[in-house]
T-cell receptor, first 110, second 114 residues
Framework: EDQVTQSPEALRLQEGESSSLNCSYT??????LFWYRQDPGKGPEFLFT???AGEEKEKERLKATLTKKESFLHITAPKPEDSATYLC???????????FGKGTRLHILP | EAGVTQSPTHLIKTRGQQATLRCSPISGHTSVYWYQQALGLGLQFLLW???????NRGNFPPRFSGRQFPNYSSELNVNALELEDSALYLC?????????????FGPGTRLTVT
């Protein structure tokens, strides 16, 4: 069964303290892996799509990487406005369904 | 450019009633997806419509149904509401043919069943 597991569930960092969020996935034939940011009470905001192992994408303080079994979202020198829940999702070639992980709640302390 | 819009923002119903939620995709997007986000469960895929047809369906009972109109807007209907249907319902749209499908979400409809 296709599955997405994100860790940790929650993470508290001091402003400027870099870290990484993990997304482990099990899917037969990965079509793509997505990262989203979700603020409380709002819809997720699209961040990145990764297609194949070894691929990397960057946006401001965020960098997403992909291997054959997991993806990392690296946050460099975070600011309080980076506080949000970060969601990972995968899409399989087999049925096109998109499966989301439960997310990592990130809190950046000033 | 306007994003995905959803209405209503909040909806309060009693158990056994029916709820209708609406979604307008980004202009030019032909695919619409519906998700349920209940507390502690993450986003659960409900339905996917493209070009007016249902393309895929998540593991939800038949009382969850919907449709897509010729202008690509969509409607989600939930019949015989149960307390556990209380959740944030999110709609997303994408350009069909993009590989893979990058989805852009609306703000959601908060459904409360009492």
């Amino acid at each position: 069964e296709d599955q997405v597991t994100q860790s940790p569930e929650a993470l508290r960092l001091q402003e400027g303290e870099s870290s990484s969020l993990n997304c482990s996935y099990t899917v037969s034939g990965l079509r793509g892996l997505f990262w989203y940011r979700q603020d409380p009470g709002k819809g997720p905001e699209f961040l990145f799509t990764l297609y194949s192992a070894g691929e990397e994408k960057e946006k401001e303080r965020l960098k997403a990487t992909l291997t054959k079994k997991e993806s990392f979202l690296h946050i460099t020198a975070p600011k309080p406005e980076d506080s949000a829940t970060y969601l990972c999702a995968v899409q399989a070639w087999r049925d096109d369904k998109i499966i989301f992980g439960k997310g990592t709640r990130l809190h950046i302390l000033p | 450019e306007a994003g995905v819009t959803q209405s209503p923002t909040h909806l309060i119903k009693t158990r056994g009633q029916q709820a209708t939620l609406r979604c307008s995709p980004i202009s030019g997007h032909t695919s619409v997806y519906w998700y349920q986000q209940a507390l502690g469960l993450g986003l659960q895929f409900l339905l996917w419509y493209d070009e007016g047809e249902e393309r895929n369906r998540g593991n939800f009972p038949p009382r969850f149904s919907g449709r897509q109109f010729p202008n690509y807007s969509s409607e989600l209907n939930v019949n015989a509401l149960e307390l556990e249907d209380s959740a944030l319902y999110l709609c997303a749209s994408s350009l069909t043919g993009l590989n893979p499908y990058e989805q852009y979400f609306g703000p959601g409809t908060r459904l409360t069943v009492t």
